[in-house]
Protein backbone atom coordinates (compact mmCIF):
# COMPACT_ATOMS: atom_id res chain seq x y z
CA UNK A 1 0.00 0.00 0.00
CA UNK A 2 3.09 2.41 0.80
CA UNK A 3 3.95 2.19 -2.87
CA UNK A 4 0.69 2.83 -4.02
CA UNK A 5 0.07 5.71 -2.04
CA UNK A 6 3.68 7.05 -2.95
CA UNK A 7 3.10 6.82 -6.89
CA UNK A 8 -0.51 8.68 -6.18
CA UNK A 9 0.82 11.29 -4.20
CA UNK A 10 3.81 11.74 -6.86
CA UNK A 11 0.94 12.05 -9.47
CA UNK A 12 -1.30 14.63 -7.87
CA UNK A 13 1.92 16.83 -6.98
CA UNK A 14 2.57 16.29 -10.85
CA UNK A 15 -1.05 17.48 -11.47
CA UNK A 16 -0.06 20.54 -9.34
CA UNK A 17 2.73 21.44 -10.94
CA UNK A 18 1.17 21.02 -14.58
CA UNK A 19 -0.93 23.28 -14.08
CA UNK A 20 1.36 25.85 -12.62
CA UNK A 21 3.46 25.52 -15.93
CA UNK A 22 0.24 26.24 -17.54
CA UNK A 23 -0.42 29.38 -15.89
CA UNK A 24 3.33 30.53 -15.73
CA UNK A 25 3.78 30.17 -19.82
CA UNK A 26 0.40 31.97 -19.81
CA UNK A 27 1.54 34.99 -17.83
CA UNK A 28 4.78 35.28 -18.69
CA UNK A 29 6.08 38.41 -20.19
CA UNK A 30 8.94 38.08 -22.36
CA UNK A 31 8.66 40.44 -24.51
CA UNK A 32 7.74 43.62 -24.12
CA UNK A 33 8.18 46.10 -26.10
CA UNK A 34 8.51 48.96 -23.50
CA UNK A 35 10.45 47.75 -21.01
CA UNK A 36 13.91 45.40 -22.31
CA UNK A 37 14.00 43.65 -18.89
CA UNK A 38 16.91 40.80 -19.49
CA UNK A 39 17.20 40.11 -15.42
CA UNK A 40 13.20 40.05 -15.60
CA UNK A 41 12.94 37.39 -19.00
CA UNK A 42 15.84 35.34 -17.22
CA UNK A 43 14.25 34.73 -13.99
CA UNK A 44 11.00 34.18 -15.68
CA UNK A 45 12.84 31.42 -17.61
CA UNK A 46 14.89 30.10 -14.61
CA UNK A 47 11.22 29.79 -13.05
CA UNK A 48 9.64 27.42 -15.96
CA UNK A 49 13.26 25.40 -15.81
CA UNK A 50 12.47 25.27 -12.24
CA UNK A 51 8.87 24.09 -12.24
CA UNK A 52 10.00 21.69 -15.59
CA UNK A 53 12.93 19.75 -12.97
CA UNK A 54 10.45 19.48 -10.27
CA UNK A 55 8.07 18.00 -12.62
CA UNK A 56 10.66 15.79 -13.95
CA UNK A 57 12.08 14.91 -11.11
CA UNK A 58 8.60 13.67 -9.20
CA UNK A 59 7.70 12.03 -11.64
CA UNK A 60 11.15 9.92 -11.85
CA UNK A 61 10.46 8.85 -8.17
CA UNK A 62 6.66 8.24 -9.24
CA UNK A 63 7.83 5.81 -11.93
CA UNK A 64 10.00 4.33 -9.34
CA UNK A 65 6.91 3.53 -7.33
CA UNK A 66 4.81 1.96 -10.34
CA UNK A 67 8.26 -0.19 -10.72
CA UNK A 68 7.67 -1.47 -7.30
CA UNK A 69 3.87 -2.49 -7.89
CA UNK A 70 4.78 -3.87 -11.21
CA UNK A 71 6.75 -5.99 -9.10
CA UNK A 72 4.44 -6.79 -6.46
CA UNK A 73 2.06 -8.06 -9.55
CA UNK A 74 4.75 -10.07 -10.76
CA UNK A 75 5.13 -11.85 -7.28
CA UNK A 76 0.97 -12.24 -6.68
CA UNK A 77 -0.10 -15.63 -7.05
CA UNK A 78 -3.57 -14.20 -7.25
CA UNK A 79 -4.63 -13.32 -10.85
CA UNK A 80 -7.52 -11.17 -10.36
CA UNK A 81 -5.07 -8.76 -7.87
CA UNK A 82 -2.79 -9.21 -10.11
CA UNK A 83 -4.60 -7.94 -13.46
CA UNK A 84 -5.61 -4.93 -10.60
CA UNK A 85 -2.09 -4.32 -9.85
CA UNK A 86 -0.84 -4.33 -13.23
CA UNK A 87 -3.58 -2.31 -14.70
CA UNK A 88 -3.44 0.33 -11.45
CA UNK A 89 0.13 0.65 -11.99
CA UNK A 90 0.06 0.93 -15.74
CA UNK A 91 -2.35 4.15 -15.75
CA UNK A 92 -0.39 5.40 -13.27
CA UNK A 93 2.39 5.26 -14.86
CA UNK A 94 0.71 6.83 -17.66
CA UNK A 95 0.17 9.83 -16.12
CA UNK A 96 2.95 10.00 -14.91
CA UNK A 97 4.85 9.61 -18.12
CA UNK A 98 2.52 12.42 -19.27
CA UNK A 99 4.06 14.92 -16.46
CA UNK A 100 7.33 13.83 -17.30
CA UNK A 101 6.76 14.62 -21.59
CA UNK A 102 4.99 18.02 -20.45
CA UNK A 103 8.70 18.68 -18.42
CA UNK A 104 10.71 17.47 -21.49
CA UNK A 105 9.06 20.12 -23.14
CA UNK A 106 9.21 22.65 -20.91
CA UNK A 107 12.73 22.55 -21.02
CA UNK A 108 12.81 22.55 -24.69
CA UNK A 109 10.80 25.87 -24.76
CA UNK A 110 13.26 27.48 -22.18
CA UNK A 111 16.55 25.79 -24.25
CA UNK A 112 14.89 27.65 -27.54
CA UNK A 113 14.33 30.92 -26.05
CA UNK A 114 17.49 30.72 -23.90
CA UNK A 115 19.58 29.87 -27.89
CA UNK A 116 17.57 32.71 -29.19
CA UNK A 117 18.75 35.35 -26.16
CA UNK A 118 22.00 34.47 -27.08
CA UNK A 119 21.82 34.73 -30.99
CA UNK A 120 20.13 38.14 -30.39
CA UNK A 121 22.23 39.30 -27.16
CA UNK A 122 24.59 41.55 -28.63
CA UNK A 123 26.82 39.97 -26.67
CA UNK A 124 30.14 39.25 -28.87
CA UNK A 125 31.29 36.57 -26.25
CA UNK A 126 28.28 34.91 -26.55
CA UNK A 127 28.09 34.81 -30.06
CA UNK A 128 31.15 33.55 -30.54
CA UNK A 129 30.94 30.86 -28.70
CA UNK A 130 27.42 29.63 -29.66
CA UNK A 131 29.44 30.23 -33.66
CA UNK A 132 32.16 28.04 -32.36
CA UNK A 133 29.81 25.35 -31.13
CA UNK A 134 27.28 25.40 -34.24
CA UNK A 135 30.20 25.63 -36.56
CA UNK A 136 30.50 23.26 -39.36
CA UNK A 137 33.78 22.09 -41.80
CA UNK A 138 33.84 21.92 -45.24
CA UNK A 139 36.45 20.74 -47.01
CA UNK A 140 38.92 23.20 -44.40
CA UNK A 141 36.32 26.04 -44.52
CA UNK A 142 34.30 26.49 -41.52
CA UNK A 143 30.89 28.05 -42.57
CA UNK A 144 28.43 29.56 -39.97
CA UNK A 145 24.92 28.50 -39.97
CA UNK A 146 22.16 30.41 -41.34
CA UNK A 147 20.00 31.86 -38.49
CA UNK A 148 16.26 30.47 -38.63
CA UNK A 149 14.31 33.41 -40.03
CA UNK A 150 11.63 34.92 -37.84
CA UNK A 151 8.50 34.41 -38.14
CA UNK A 152 6.10 37.55 -38.47
CA UNK A 153 4.17 38.47 -35.68
CA UNK A 154 5.42 36.04 -33.47
CA UNK A 155 6.38 36.87 -29.88
CA UNK A 156 7.99 35.17 -27.60
CA UNK A 157 4.89 35.46 -25.26
CA UNK A 158 2.77 33.95 -28.42
CA UNK A 159 4.82 31.32 -28.24
CA UNK A 160 4.48 30.60 -24.51
CA UNK A 161 1.06 30.66 -24.63
CA UNK A 162 0.95 28.43 -27.87
CA UNK A 163 3.26 26.13 -25.38
CA UNK A 164 0.89 26.20 -22.49
CA UNK A 165 -2.08 25.31 -24.74
CA UNK A 166 -0.36 22.18 -25.94
CA UNK A 167 0.48 20.78 -22.64
CA UNK A 168 -3.26 22.12 -22.01
CA UNK A 169 -3.97 19.17 -24.50
CA UNK A 170 -2.30 16.91 -22.43
CA UNK A 171 -4.28 16.85 -19.19
CA UNK A 172 -7.25 15.18 -20.58
CA UNK A 173 -5.00 12.55 -21.20
CA UNK A 174 -3.31 12.54 -17.79
CA UNK A 175 -7.12 12.51 -16.23
CA UNK A 176 -8.08 9.70 -18.55
CA UNK A 177 -5.20 7.57 -16.83
CA UNK A 178 -6.06 8.89 -13.23
CA UNK A 179 -9.59 7.39 -14.05
CA UNK A 180 -8.15 3.94 -14.76
CA UNK A 181 -6.37 3.86 -12.11
CA UNK A 182 -9.16 4.79 -9.63
CA UNK A 183 -10.82 2.28 -11.16
CA UNK A 184 -8.45 -0.79 -10.36
CA UNK A 185 -7.22 0.83 -6.87
CA UNK A 186 -9.16 -1.46 -4.55
CA UNK A 187 -8.16 -4.79 -6.21
CA UNK A 188 -4.84 -3.52 -6.41
CA UNK A 189 -4.22 -2.58 -2.66
CA UNK A 190 -6.47 -5.23 -0.75
CA UNK A 191 -4.40 -7.90 0.86
CA UNK A 192 -1.86 -5.15 1.14
Same mark, same amino acid.
Given at each position: ???A? /? &?? =??? !?T???T $?V??I?A????????P?????????N????????????D?????G???VK???????QT??P????E?T??? /? &?L =??? !?W??R? $??R??NG??A???????????????????????????S?????P?P?????N?????????????????I?????D??????????A???C
Amino acid at each position: MTHAN /N &AI =GNE !LTGDTT $VVSAIRALHNTHLTDPLEDNPLQRSNTLLGLGKLASSLDSNGFAGIAEVKRLRALADQTTDPQRKAELTAFA /N &AL =GGA !LWRQRK $VAREINGFVAAMNEHDLKAGGNAEAEDTIGMSHDTVLSGVVTRPTPDPPLDNVTDDDQAATAANTFQLEIPNIIRDEQTASSHITGAVSGC
